[in-house]
Every structure is written in structure tokens, then in C-alpha cells.
């Protein structure tokens, strides 16, 4: 059963903007922190940025402020990220994950392990 689905890759130019979106059932997104990762090729999985799905309390890993911007439409199921003035250094896939959080105030980590729910991913790929 599909549960996550990322969809708004693309190939752009260097500081171009793009919108990546994660759909996911109702089930899997009550009530859960989720997050959007990416991992460029040789490298380790890093988080980008997480929300709890209840609250909206979002949070961006430090290196990431500034250009990539997390939100969500709760009644559509769907967490976006939005980044802008793209470098080369941002070509990588994109993921989104969760996990089921019952507590809506709860700082979502950025931590790959934490999340048990995984979506295919879509690929971003940056020219100079």
C-alpha cells in the first residue's frame, strides 16, 4: 500500500525555485511528524526540514535556512518544500517520511532513523 508520494522534481537551472510536494494517506498523516530529506549521490541521508502535521510546528536544519521552506495543507494531505535559488550543491533525491507522533508540540527531529514510513522520492537535479 502506498502511503507517501513525492512529486515535483525536476531539472533546473542555478537559481531556479522549485516546489516539491508529499502526498500521503489520512491515516499516515494524522497526528505525525514528518519530515523531507535528501541524499545526494555518495552521501548520507540529511534532513531538510520537519513538521508535526496537528500543530505546524516546523523546524530546518540550520544549513538549510534561508532558501528551503516547509509547510503543508492539512486538508489535502500534502506537505510542500519549496527552494529557492537552487545551486548545484542541492542535486539530490528528495524524501519525505514520517512517523505516527501523538504529541502535537513535539520537536520533529531530522534524523533519518526516526521515521518508519518512507515515500519513493523524487529527483532534483541542479545545472550550473
Known amino acids: 500500500e502506498v502511503q507517501l508520494v513525492e512529486s515535483g522534481g525536476g531539472s533546473v537551472q542555478a537559481g531556479g525555485s522549485l516546489r516539491l510536494s508529499c502526498t500521503a494517506s489520512?491515516?499516515?498523516?494524522?497526528?505525525?511528524?514528518m519530515g523531507w530529506f535528501r541524499q545526494a549521490p555518495g552521501k548520507e541521508r540529511e534532513g531538510v526540514a520537519s513538521?508535526?502535521?496537528?500543530?505546524?510546528?516546523?523546524y530546518s536544519a540550520d544549513s538549510m535556512k534561508g532558501r528551503f521552506a516547509i509547510s503543508q495543507d492539512n486538508a489535502e494531505n500534502t506537505m510542500y518544500l519549496q527552494i529557492d535559488r537552487l545551486e548545484p550543491a542541492d542535486t539530490a533525491h528528495y524524501y519525505c517520511?514520517?512517523?505516527?507522533?501523538?504529541?502535537?508540540?513535539?520537536?520533529?527531529?531530522?534524523?533519518?532513523?526516526?521515521?518508519?514510513?518512507w515515500g519513493q522520492g523524487t529527483e532534483v537535479t541542479v545545472s550550473s
Open positions: 489520512r491515516y499516515r498523516y494524522t497526528s505525525s511528524c
Open positions: 513538521l508535526h502535521t496537528t500543530s505546524g510546528r516546523a
Open positions: 517520511a514520517s512517523f505516527r507522533e501523538p504529541d502535537r508540540w513535539a520537536r520533529c527531529p531530522l534524523s533519518a532513523n526516526e521515521y518508519n514510513y
